[in-house]
């Protein structure tokens, strides 16, 4: 469990409540186009509504790099957010300023009232103590719920904090309980996934989870790595070669707990349309590259799953933006869906995948924070979180 303060352990009956929630959502054409992130902020939301708090929302949105960029405006995300509470969502014209002071002066308990995108002033990024100071004299209490900013130590993620009363929301509590028992304190067989592009990317992970996991399975382009390692030829795949030591180090290390792929799906060019076949890791034609997992490496992998009782998957099993390279990742979820482990899934173009395919309802959990289950995973503390006040 977190042992962080959450906003059922302190007051916030008539108290003005600063909340930073992740509203960073895709917009297209002036509306949000995916709303599952203000979804996820709506159980705290909701609380403090019930709970008669004065609620001041704030979140960033894109990279408008510290100036105002107009199609970067949080209009649409209020709009959205009105319909989903039933209520109405006052637009501040700024996050900070005499105009949105007497904004907040105006909210009465239950109002809530959200800030213009945090990043028009560079002050957010660069947690500029002026800007926290003029953000946090907006709030009598803080409560962080955007887990998909927690790794930043920005002025709303982390800077305020130090000023105010500072506990965590719905959405950040469920984050760390699952993630932080999965690695902490796992049911046994504990295994984890990982993919994705490159192993750079990941070698934290892979050092970290490597003490805990009984079982490591490696698929996507990082495995082609370690293979290279074991001296196989992997043809024209994305090979990271300053990592190829590192990669030996790692078999070594882990010994039998490292499963690679058996057999993978190669194409004869990086594209969708590519043609394709399968073939065991020995026999990669040099012309050709690794774009998925093959089917023997699927059972292999599902092998370790049956067992499981807990599963954490971070990185995609191919290139499964190509719908002819994504059939490994869509097994992977299958096994998940069908397994009575706890599974946890984190990761941008994971969680995506997995949304594609229906499957979140499946899952115990799909982290809605990208980089922040990453750095979660490889054993660091999130500085946003580190900033909020201990039970
Ligand atoms: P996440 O966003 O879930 O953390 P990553 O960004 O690390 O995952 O990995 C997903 C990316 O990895 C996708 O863009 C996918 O195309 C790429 N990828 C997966 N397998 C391969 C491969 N064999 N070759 C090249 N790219 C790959
Ligand atoms: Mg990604």
Not at 32 to 44: F, G, K, N, W
Request: hydrophobic share 45%; net charge negative; aromatic share 4%.
């Amino acid at each position: 469990m977190s042992d962080k303060k959450t906003v059922r352990d302190v007051n916030v009956k008539g108290k003005r409540v600063l909340v930073r929630v992740d509203f960073n959502v895709p917009l297209d054409d002036g509306q949000v186009a995916d709303d599952t992130r203000i979804r996820a902020a709506l159980p705290t939301i909701q609380y403090l509504i019930e709970h008669g708090a004065r609620i001041i929302l704030m979140s960033h949105l894109g990279r408008p790099k510290g100036r105002v960029v107009e199609d970067l405006r949080l209009t649409p995300v209020a709009k959205r957010l009105a319909e989903l509470l039933g209520r109405p969502v006052a637009m501040a014209v700024d996050c900070v300023g005499e105009e949105v002071e007497a904004a907040v002066e105006r909210l009465r308990p239950g109002d809530v009232l959200l800030l213009e995108n945090l990043r028009f002033h560079p002050g957010e990024e660069a947690n500029d103590p002026e800007f926290v100071r003029r953000l946090a004299s907006l709030g009598e209490v803080y409560v962080n719920d955007a887990f998909g900013t927690a790794h930043r130590a920005h002025a709303s993620t982390e800077g305020v904090a130090h000023l105010l009363p500072a506990v965590a929301g719905f959405l950040m509590e469920k984050e760390l309980n699952f993630l932080s028992k999965a690695l902490e304190n796992p049911e046994h067989p504990f295994v984890a996934i990982l993919g994705g592009a490159k192993i750079s990317d990941k070698i934290g992970v892979v050092d970290n989870l490597l003490g805990k996991v009984d079982a490591l399975l490696i698929g996507g382009g990082m495995a082609n790595t370690f293979l290279k390692a074991q001296g196989h030829q992997v043809g024209q795949s994305l090979v990271e070669e300053e990592s190829l030591p590192l990669a030996r180090e790692l078999l070594n290390k882990a010994g039998r707990k490292l499963v690679l792929p058996v057999d993978v799906v190669v194409a004869d060019r990086f594209d969708a349309e590519a043609q394709s076949k399968i073939v065991g890791v020995e026999e990669v034609p040099a012309q050709w590259r690794i774009l998925d997992i093959g089917p023997a490496t699927v059972e292999r992998f599902a092998q370790e799953l049956y067992v499981a009782k807990t599963v954490v998957w971070n990185g995609t099993m191919g290139v499964a933006e190509f719908p002819r390279f994504a059939a490994g990742t869509r097994a992977i979820i299958e096994t998940l869906a069908e397994s009575g482990a706890i599974t946890i899934v984190g990761g941008g173009d994971t969680a995506a995948a997995v949304h594609q395919a229906g499957m979140v309802e499946k899952m115990t959990h799909v982290s809605t924070g990208g980089g922040a289950s990453l750095e979660l995973l490889e054993g660091k503390v999130l500085p946003g979180v580190a900033a909020l006040a201990d039970k």
